[in-house]
């Protein structure tokens, strides 16, 4: 029966019903023979933790004192878990509770409490990010431009986006030469590729500017253009101010451009952009083409005279800043289907604002939109409640 015992912390109460069971069957200071047994099996707990007790009770009485056991474990019992008092979390502050340590010794409870209370997910973890502050003017011009892109029909209550086929979205975006620790995948004898640069802190990056817009398909859903409307790096060329080992004097180099400032945006515009689009647009498509790009200063306006010139009856606004969320994967990588579900991302981020109010408060809902490609179920655009169309009265023109 000893192989059966489970071990078990034992409590002051059950240490002094032990011995107090031990001394019903003691005969002169030696227990009756069987008793050990008796007890372990009455109490559940081993032989030799019977033994230990009764060697500890019987020295107290020999030294002249009551034979009282106290039990090791204190606080709570093994197997009762403390529980998060919400009272107490909810009256913390926001910077009470940052870390482990600050928010312990308020609820007077261990970091490692807390730790398991994250653990058995009675608290959740949250990282906060500082958002723009946005003014009623700012919601107001973010919910005309939402409002902008959706259609004017309106179906069983929701209202679908524009499918977006003539917009151009541009955007710039950094890229490094390297990065100081990269990481590869190699054969056991495969040869590691060298790598070095004069200085790991400061590594040549480029900004690019990237232009992609959505996909086209024929009536038989051939792709007849994929939306990828080109990269351009913000890149001269100069020549070598002195000679080197490497090349003379008056060598042309390509270096990036300093500054990318509005005279730049609006010559990659002109001369690199709007070719673009014009020699990639499928020609049955629409010839009404926007370019959306977002509030960054170099940009340049609708009312700006050379561009004027140069689009002519092409049409050009800057609105939103949550354009394009995956525009730092590599261009090369955008495909027709990855495309669809950026501007589904897009989509996504403009209802969110439509929902509260033009504000920037808000998450944007996961879509599982790769298991809805596997089952055939992606939508080319989505929806939105009729509810969500209207502008909020506090907004002030």
């Not at 240490?15 to 008796?38: D, S, Y």
């Not at 390509?254 to 647009?281: D, F, G, M």
């Not at 929902?355 to 599982?368: L, R, S």
């Not at 596997?374 to 506090?394: D, H, K």
Request: hydrophobic share 35%; glycine share 6%.
């Amino acid at each position: 029966m000893a192989e059966q015992r489970v071990n078990q912390y034992l409590t002051t109460n059950m240490k002094n019903n032990i011995v107090q069971h031990l001394l019903k069957n003691n005969q002169g200071g030696v227990l009756r023979k069987g008793a050990v047994c008796e007890a372990a099996e009455a109490f559940g707990v081993n032989r030799k933790t019977i033994s230990r007790l009764w060697k500890a009770a019987t020295e107290m009485m020999e030294n002249g004192e009551p034979a009282h056991m106290v039990g090791k474990v204190k606080g709570y019992k093994r197997g009762e878990k403390k529980t998060v008092d919400e009272v107490k979390v909810r009256s913390l502050s926001v910077l009470e509770r940052s870390s482990y340590r600050v928010m312990a010794p308020k609820l007077g409870v261990s970091k490692t409490t807390i730790c398991r209370w994250v653990k058995d997910k009675q608290l959740r973890p949250h990282t906060s990010a500082v958002k723009p502050h946005l003014t009623d003017l700012n919601k107001l011009a973010r919910l005309k431009w939402c409002l902008s892109q959706l259609q004017s029909n309106i179906i069983a209550g929701k209202v679908a986006f524009n499918e977006m086929r003539n917009v151009v979205h541009i955007d710039e975006k950094w890229f490094y030469l390297t990065k100081s620790v990269d990481r590869y995948y190699l054969l056991p004898g495969e040869e590691e590729p060298p790598r070095s640069c004069r200085s790991k802190r400061f590594i040549t990056k480029v900004m690019f500017l990237c232009a992609v817009s959505s996909q086209h398909f024929g009536p038989n859903g051939v792709t007849l253009f994929d939306g990828k409307i080109g990269i351009f790096p913000f890149t001269e060329m100069v020549p070598a101010q002195r000679s080197s080992r490497n090349r003379p004097r008056g060598t042309s180099e390509t270096k990036p451009i300093p500054a990318v400032t509005q005279a730049v945006i609006r010559e990659w515009l002109i001369n690199k952009i709007i070719p673009a689009i014009h020699s990639k647009w499928p020609t049955s498509a629409s010839k009404e083409i926007y370019i959306q790009q977002d509030n960054a200063k170099p940009h340049i306006s609708t009312a700006d005279p050379e561009a004027i010139q140069s689009l002519k009856d092409k049409k050009a606004c800057n609105n939103v800043d949550e354009l394009l969320q995956n525009v730092s994967m590599a261009y090369e990588e955008l495909t027709p289907q990855t495309l669809n579900k950026v501007f589904l991302t897009l989509q996504s981020v403009l209802s969110e604002i439509l929902e509260v109010q033009g504000g920037n408060n808000y998450k944007i809902p996961h879509m599982t939109k790769d298991r809805l490609e596997r089952i055939g179920a992606l939508p080319n655009v989505l929806e939105v409640e009729e509810r969500c169309v209207g502008v909020p009265s506090t907004a002030s023109e």
